[in-house]
């Protein structure tokens, strides 16, 4: 898959990166924390981000379908 992505969502830049993975406080999993209600916290997988290089504008997908199979349960 190629580092860039379709054109940015707020400037229309067609310069957007995908970074592959996004390191928070949950190691180097990778894995991300979600607040998936009020209160509750899971852990819900693994996401990429597009990143636009002229704004800034930053999206995060999920990356892991069996995380998207999870949010449909919780």
């Known amino acids: 898959m190629p580092a860039t992505v379709r054109a940015c969502s707020v400037c229309g830049n067609e310069d957007v990166r995908r970074v592959n993975r996004v390191m928070t406080g949950g190691g180097m999993s990778g ?12 852990s819900v997988g693994r996401f990429e981000a597009h990143v ?6 930053t999206e995060l997908y999920l990356a892991d379908t069996e995380a998207l199979e999870k949010l449909q349960t919780e």
């Open 31 to 42: 894995a991300t924390f979600l607040a998936l209600r009020w209160g509750q916290i899971s």
């Open 52 to 57: 636009c290089r002229k704004c800034g504008h």
